[in-house]
């Protein structure tokens, strides 16, 4: 992979998710990047994400309908997304890896990994 020129605000929005365990949408980046680049526009941060996305630094969660959210841990592991309130938060749980073999059972190419969503209603939205 091609190294790339260093940029202060590229490292601020790194920075900023690694904070973040809601994981933001680009709107949400953009207004805390710029408390420290008040110059910044959107734009840039949504190159920025999108260049440390494919690079593997960040994910990009892609929920369907709303915003995609970005999340700091790029490491594997899965998320939950609430029906009601659309909030994205990361589901502690054991590894599905299993998954892959069961894939490749009845595949002629090669299944090298996947990506899955848990959906439902979160903690705060459902019924009592």
Do not use: W
Not at 56 to 78: A, V
Not at 98 to 117: L, P, Q, R, S
Request: aromatic share 10%; glycine share 6%.
């Amino acid at each position: 992979m091609q190294q790339l020129k260093y940029s202060r605000q590229r490292e601020s929005i790194k920075n900023f998710l690694m904070t973040r365990k809601d994981h933001p949408t680009a709107d949400v980046v953009y207004t805390n990047v710029r408390k420290e680049y008040p110059n910044i526009s959107l734009g840039t941060v949504y190159r920025n994400l999108s260049l440390l996305s494919e690079r593997g630094e960040i994910m990009k969660i892609s929920t369907g309908d709303g915003p995609d959210r970005f999340d700091g841990n790029p490491l594997p592991h899965y998320h939950f997304i609430c029906k009601k309130c659309e909030s994205v938060m990361d589901l502690e749980m054991e590894s599905i890896d299993e998954i892959n073999e069961k894939a490749n059972a009845n595949f002629n190419g090669i299944v090298e990994g996947h990506m899955a969503y848990f959906y439902g209603c979160c903690e705060n939205c459902k019924p009592n």
